[in-house]
């Protein structure tokens, strides 16, 4: 399943996924060639990019080793059952846990 796409008021564009019961949100650009992330898939619990297969950890936004490229992060929060996105971007590498949407439709 695709992310969906958020764009923020400063004109950046974040990419939420969710896997699981777990929700994450990242760049929407990857750091390789700026390709649509949000377009990609999760696989083995990275976000992969649909042009050039670069990865990212949903978690951190870092690529696996021994990659070393990274993206933006973003934190999410519950508020009346709607999943909100800090529209600030946390520096590229920052974990952040990813939000625990169990129990929500």
């Avoid at 696996?64 to 059952?81: M, N, W």
């Amino acid at each position: 399943k695709r992310a969906r796409i958020v764009r923020l008021p400063d004109g950046d564009r974040a990419a939420v996924f969710r896997n699981g019961s777990r929700v994450s949100a990242i760049s929407n650009a990857c750091a390789h060639q700026n390709g649509p992330l949000g377009e990609g898939r999760i696989v083995f619990g990275c976000v992969t990019c649909p042009w050039h297969g670069y990865q990212y950890r949903m978690e951190d936004g870092c690529s696996p080793p021994p990659f070393t490229e990274k993206v933006p992060t973003y934190q999410l929060r519950l508020s009346d059952g709607m999943i909100e996105i800090d529209a600030r971007a946390n520096p590229p590498g920052t974990p952040v846990p990813p939000l625990d949407v169990a129990g929500l439709v």
